[in-house]
Antibody, heavy 117, light 107 residues
């Protein structure tokens, strides 16, 4: 069955960096664009970034542009996101989600990032 | 950027009720709209895509309508498991964007 499993979250100080991973299984990872979506505690969903199936195209939300890099290793069925210069407002659960025909049909369980001194 | 506005922000209803949630886009998104359901502590779940298409495995009491800028999600007869938060999302252009959510509560 399709699975997406995020990891790498934790408590990090403001200004520091963090790398999140999303490991996929149950489908041909290299055929699908993958997105990151985050959700601050008690808040709604915020789209963060996307990477095309082959890694050639990437788009980012303005709220993270310049501080984020999304990448993928199709040989390892793994998606990465590097978040730099973290701020309190980056505190959220980060989900990876598979895109099919523009929409997100499978999501991971999320990993919590807490930015706090 | 496209802004998505949902209404109401919250609604109270009873099992068996018919409920409608609306979503308005700040510009024409044609039919590139999805609806997601999220329960506390869980990831969102795709219900409707392309504004009107029911995702596989989703009960037929859920339906979507609309095109352009105005969309609706209807639940024809509420079941206990439907009490959750619902989000619309546009897929017309980047950056993708979600509505602020509608919390469906038990009356």
């Amino acid at each position: 069955q399709v699975q997406l499993v995020e990891s790498g979250g934790g408590v990090v100080q403001p200004g520091r960096s963090l790398r999140l991973s999303c490991v996929a299984s149950g489908f041909t990872f290299s055929n699908y664009p993958i997105h990151w979506v985050r959700q601050a505690p008690g808040k709604g969903l915020e789209w963060v970034a996307v990477i095309s199936y082959d890694g050639s195209r990437k788009y980012y939300a303005d709220s993270v542009k310049g501080r984020i890099t999304i990448s993928r290793d199709n040989s390892k069925n793994t998606l990465y996101v590097q978040l730099n210069s973290l701020r309190a407002e980056d505190t959220a659960v980060y989900y990876c989600a598979r895109e099919v025909e523009r929409f997100f049909d499978y999501w991971g369980q999320g990993t919590l990032v807490t930015v706090s001194s | 950027d496209i802004q998505m506005t949902q209404s109401p922000s919250s609604v109270s209803a009873s099992v068996g009720d018919r409920v409608t949630i609306t979503c308005r886009a700040s510009q024409d998104i044609r039919g590139w709209l999805a609806w997601y359901q999220q329960k506390p502590g869980e990831a969102p779940k795709l219900l409707i895509y392309d504004a009107t298409s029911l995702q596989s495995g989703v009960p037929s009491r859920f339906s979507g309508s609309g095109s352009g800028t105005d969309f609706t999600l209807t639940i024809s007869s509420l079941q206990p498991e439907d009490f959750a938060t619902y989000y619309c999302q546009q897929a017309n252009s980047f950056p993708r964007s979600f509505g602020q959510g509608t919390k469906l509560e038990i009356k």
